[in-house]
C-alpha cells in the first residue's frame, strides 16, 4: 500500500497532479479541495489511497489526513465508489462531510451531483456511529445549535485564532448552554479563549 509520496510536483490539474519521486511520476486523482491546498510548491507530500481493481490501480492523493480518512470512510458505504466520495470531497471540505453526517443533514450530503436522498440517507445510517467514535463528537452538542456553532467558529477563524482551540473553547461555552446566540457564543469564546 502506497500511503503517502514526496517528491517534485510535475504537473498540476483540478483533478489531478503527477508526482515525481525518483524519477518514477505517479498520476494521483485529487479532489477540489486538495487543489485548493496546494500552493506553488514545486516539492509536496501528499497522502495516498491506492484503490487495486481486476482493470486498474488507481491512486487518490489528499492535502492532509482527514480528508484521506473521509474518503476512505466514504468509499466503504455501499453504492458510494471513488468518484462519487472524490465529488463529495470536491463539493464539501472534510469537516462539512464529517458534520453532515455527525448531524444527521441528509440535504447537505444530498447537495452533491451524483447522490440521492437513499444514498444520503445510507451514508449517514452506515457512517453515524464511526464519525462519532473517530473524531470524539458529543451526540448532544452536534444535534442542538450546531449553525451557530459553525458560525461563531468561522468568525473566531477570521479573527485569527487556531480552529482546534477554538472549537474547543466554542463546544465548552455551547455544552453549558445550547440555546445562546451566535453573538453571544462568540463573546463568551473570547473572554474564555
Do not use: W
Amino acid at each position: 500500500m502506497i500511503t503517502h509520496l514526496k517528491g517534485k510536483l510535475v504537473e498540476k490539474n483540478p483533478t489531478f497532479l503527477v508526482v515525481e519521486c525518483n524519477g518514477v511520476g505517479y498520476f494521483v486523482n485529487i479532489s477540489l479541495h486538495t487543489f485548493s491546498k496546494l500552493a506553488g510548491e514545486e516539492s509536496i507530500q501528499i497522502y495516498t489511497h491506492l484503490q487495486v481493481k481486476e482493470d486498474a490501480h488507481t491512486l487518490f492523493g489528499f492535502m492532509e489526513k482527514s480528508e484521506r480518512e473521509i474518503f476512505r470512510l466514504l468509499i466503504s458505504v455501499s453504492g458510494i465508489g471513488s468518484s462519487i466520495a472524490r465529488t463529495m470531497l470536491s463539493s464539501l471540505s472534510p469537516t462539512q462531510v464529517r458534520d453532515a453526517i455527525a448531524t444527521e443533514d441528509v440535504a447537505t450530503i444530498q447537495s452533491v451531483k451524483g447522490i440521492g436522498v437513499k444514498t444520503a440517507q445510507r451514508v449517514i445510517l452506515d457512517l453515524k456511529d464511526k464519525v462519532l467514535k473517530i473524531y470524539d463528537i458529543d451526540e448532544v452538542s452536534t444535534s442542538q445549535n450546531n449553525t451557530n456553532k459553525e458560525e461563531a467558529l468561522s468568525a473566531l477563524e477570521v479573527l485569527g485564532f487556531v480552529r482546534k482551540q477554538a472549537e474547543k473553547t466554542v463546544d465548552k461555552v455551547v455544552g453549558q448552554d445550547p440555546t445562546l446566540s451566535v453573538e453571544n457564543i462568540i463573546k463568551l469564546a473570547l473572554k474564555n479563549l
